[in-house]
Structures are given as structure tokens and as C-alpha cells.
């Protein structure tokens, strides 16, 4: 009896602890569990990324830049464009609305 209610203990112990490190690691990175949304990611070669989006990387800001890997993301909550860019040993993703606007 002693040693079910250890085992007993012990399952609980390991499983509110699994919980508490679930929650700190979504605090810590800024993600967010959203239930019952579909996302969906389709690659997109750099040709065929929208004109305004394309004009948006010949800008100023994306200078220098080189397109290494393009995306197009939709779900619930809108669709965009992640850019993956390089410049040296630098790498940054950018997103854009299909209409070239940088999204935050």
C-alpha cells in the first residue's frame, strides 16, 4: 500500500512538473497555443514572390540583402510572406503582407 501511494506521488509530482517547464518555455520563447486554427506553409520560389514584395526587398532597407529561402503563410488570423534574407554571416526573417508592407 505504502509503495502505491509512493508510485502515486511520484506520477504526480513528474506530471505537474512537466506542466510548470510547458509553460515557463512558452513564457520564455513567446509563443502561443492557439487551439483549432489550421496553418498551413507553402514554399515559394523568389521569382514568383508578388511584385510588391519583391519591390519591397529592392529598397533601402533590404540592401545588400540576399533572399535565401521565401514562404507563404496562411491561416486564421491573415496571410503572409516570410522571407528568409542573409547578408555575410547575418541572417534575419522578415514578413510581408502581399502587398509588400513589412508585418510585425
Known amino acids: 500500500m ?13 506530471l505537474f512538473s ?8 512558452v513564457v520564455e520563447n513567446n509563443n ?8 498551413t506553409k507553402t514554399p515559394v520560389e523568389v521569382a514568383d514572390l508578388p511584385e510588391a514584395v519583391a519591390e ?8 545588400g540583402w540576399e533572399v535565401v529561402e521565401a514562404s507563404f ?8 510572406y516570410a522571407v528568409k ?3 555575410g554571416d547575418e541572417e534575419k526573417k522578415v514578413k ?9
Open 73 to 80: 503563410i496562411s491561416s486564421d488570423a491573415g496571410e503572409f
Open 18 to 25: 512537466t506542466v510548470g517547464y510547458a509553460n515557463q518555455a
Open 85 to 87: 534574407l542573409k547578408k
Open 32 to 39: 502561443y497555443i492557439v487551439a483549432d486554427q489550421e496553418v
Open 56 to 63: 519591397a526587398l529592392k529598397g533601402a532597407d533590404f540592401e
Open 2 to 14: 505504502k509503495t502505491l501511494r509512493f508510485l502515486m506521488f511520484i506520477a504526480a509530482v513528474g
Open 96 to 104: 510581408f503582407t502581399p502587398q509588400g508592407e513589412v508585418k510585425e
